[in-house]
């Protein structure tokens, strides 16, 4: 948080500089930068408003903001995701307070292997965190996870199949023990988001590139991502390759890959999903 970067401060002494060294200090895409940019100016606008007119000057006002150009989405190769979560398996965050090894995978996991809003501040992840019933919601026993209107940006109704390998990954690590979003988790997924380079909605991405290349349907993509058919062929179809999405979905847990890559050798349907001509 701010207050953690630059100590307990009166409004007043917040400069220009001050938001910037914040900002850098996230470590998040231009995208975000500028999201986070406008939730910042629209508090010190209401800050400098009567009654309460805590500020005469707004210190965001001269902060620039990035220029956002819509090119290839960002997709991270299989190997990195493969040591993404290698890392996040021994993962215990912060030193000073230690949590369990995997603190993270269930955050990480469901971001990857099932396309969830990753956003900490009011995303899909961080919504069915705060249900009491998560169980109702990712359903490991049906084998889907139901997205209500209340969780889905898009406030429409989507249904996500759980893969074998996110079935893996948490019933390894399950969310009744280790919790989606876990104590100080903006900042330990800021830690982890630049040691490997990954952007806001890299994960997201991520998912609906390898669906599609995996299953051949976007249609199917679409409704499981909460996307538009147009939006998956326009931005999604054929960036990664057959091949390569069926590796990424026999990414399990520990020893389990080495087991399921040597699976997949020796037959060519994979264990990580239904059946599918071409696969």
């Known amino acids: 948080s701010f207050a953690f970067i630059h100590g307990r401060r009166k409004l007043s002494e917040i400069g ?42 707004n210190p965001v006002k001269d902060v620039e903001k990035f220029e956002i150009v819509q090119g290839i ?36 996991a469901l971001a990857t292997f099932a396309g969830l809003r990753p956003a900490i501040n009011g995303g899909e992840i961080t919504r069915i965190a705060k249900l009491k019933n998560q169980e109702r919601i990712i359903d490991l026993q049906a084998g889907v996870i139901r997205i ?3 969780l889905a940006k898009t406030r429409d109704v989507r249904q996500i199949m759980i893969q074998p390998c996110l079935r893996a990954w948490l ?19 800021v830690q982890v988001r630049r040691r490997f380079a ?19 349907s ?7 991502a909460g996307n538009s058919e147009a939006i998956i062929k326009k931005h999604y179809l054929n960036l990664v390759s057959p091949e390569e999405a069926n590796v990424f979905w026999q990414i399990m847990p520990g020893h389990e890959w080495q087991q399921s890559a040597s699976s997949s050798r020796a037959n060519d349907d994979s264990r990580c999903g239904p059946s599918i001509a071409g696969g």
């Open 73 to 108: 989405p960002e997709v991270l190769s299989t190997e990195k995701v493969k040591a993404l979560f290698a890392f996040l398996e021994t993962y215990r965050g912060s030193p000073r307070k230690p949590l369990e090894p995997g603190c993270l995978v269930p955050y990480f």
């Open 198 to 216: 990954i952007g806001h909605d890299a994960l997201r991405h991520e998912f609906v590139s390898m669906h599609v290349a995996k299953f051949r």
């Open 218 to 224: 976007m249609g199917d993509t679409a409704l499981q």
């Open 16 to 57: 220009t500089g001050d938001i910037i060294d914040f900002l850098k200090s996230r470590g998040v895409t231009g995208k975000t930068w500028n999201n986070l940019r406008a939730d910042l100016n629209a508090f010190f606008v209401w800050c400098e408003k009567p009654p309460r007119k805590w500020i005469v000057n």
């Open 148 to 150: 209500t209107p209340a």
């Open 171 to 189: 019933t390894r690590y399950p969310i009744a023990r280790f919790p989606i979003i876990p104590p100080n988790a903006s900042n330990l997924l």
